[in-house]
Structure formats: structure tokens, C-alpha cells
């Protein structure tokens, strides 16, 4: 396999970091022991044949932080963003991570918001291939990019 590029390297990671925030909530595990155990055994390991892409590790260790760090805040964005009958809480807990990542993403500056939300758009492709995921991921996100970054659209 190629070495990937940067931008395939943060893309790598965005998804890794949906992955670790998801695995953190479904089993109780802490930051640390995810982010060392994805770090360790997931970016660029072989499952099958299928050799995993080498994540950038600083993008996915800010990503993570920021999204456990800032939850709460995140949280209230999404919720904000949904209906009132479907707050965070009742939504798919891979869309949950999702969008925790991304809202962390946001918030910190940087990465301009349209960026963040074709790349989450994309990784929400890749766990519900069907499409009707991804069109709920792009409003969402949108609504929550407007809130946390207003200067940019």
C-alpha cells in the first residue's frame, strides 16, 4: 500500500476518532486506554488482507479530546439541531460519536466548517451505506457549523 497523503492521514483519523468515541460509550472505557489501544493496534494494522490507513495520531488524539472535553456543549448544539421528539440521546450512537467528533472539530477553529462536514458526511456514508444517514449528518452539522461558526457562511 502507498503512504498516504495528509489529507488522507486526517480523514484516517477523523474516522478512527468516531470509532474511539463510540467504543469509549458502548464499553466504559477511558480516553487514555482507547486512544493508546487505536493508536497501538488500529492505525495502519492488516484485519484480513485489509490494511487499516495510518491515521494522523495528533488530529485523532485533538479530535477525541475535544470531543470528550467539550461534550456537554456539543451536545447542546446537536440537540439544537434536531428535532425536539429525537434529543441525542434517542439518536444511533455511531451518529452520537459522529457528531461529537465533528462538533469538536468545529468549535476549535481551523478547519473551515464546510471542510468538517463533507468529511463527517463521508464517514457517515461509510457506516450507513443507504444514503438516508449521511442526508441527516449533512443537515444536522450544517445547522451545527451556522451555531458554533457563524463567520464562516
Do not use: C
Request: hydrophobic residues 45%; charged residues 30%.
Amino acid at each position: 500500500m502507498t503512504k498516504p497523503d495528509r489529507r488522507q492521514m486526517k480523514s484516517a483519523a477523523r474516522l478512527y476518532a468516531v470509532q474511539a468515541l463510540f467504543q469509549m460509550e458502548s464499553s466504559g472505557q477511558t480516553v487514555e486506554s482507547v486512544t493508546r489501544e487505536f493508536e497501538t493496534h488500529r492505525f495502519g494494522a492488516v484485519y484480513d488482507e485489509d490494511e487499516m490507513v495510518e491515521g494522523d495520531v495528533d488530529h485523532f488524539r485533538k479530535l477525541v479530546d475535544q470531543a470528550v472535553n467539550w461534550q456537554a456543549k456539543i451536545d447542546q448544539m446537536t440537540d439544537r439541531a434536531l428535532v425536539a421528539k429525537w434529543p441525542i440521546d434517542r439518536i444511533d450512537p455511531v451518529l452520537r460519536a459522529l457528531f461529537r467528533a465533528a462538533g469538536g472539530e468545529m468549535l476549535a477553529e481551523g478547519t473551515p466548517p464546510k471542510v468538517v462536514i463533507t468529511e463527517f458526511v463521508d464517514i457517515a456514508k461509510a457506516f450507513f451505506p443507504d444514503g438516508k444517514e449521511s442526508k441527516f449528518v449533512n443537515a444536522v452539522l450544517d445547522h451545527m457549523a451556522r451555531e458554533a461558526r457563524p463567520e464562516a457562511f
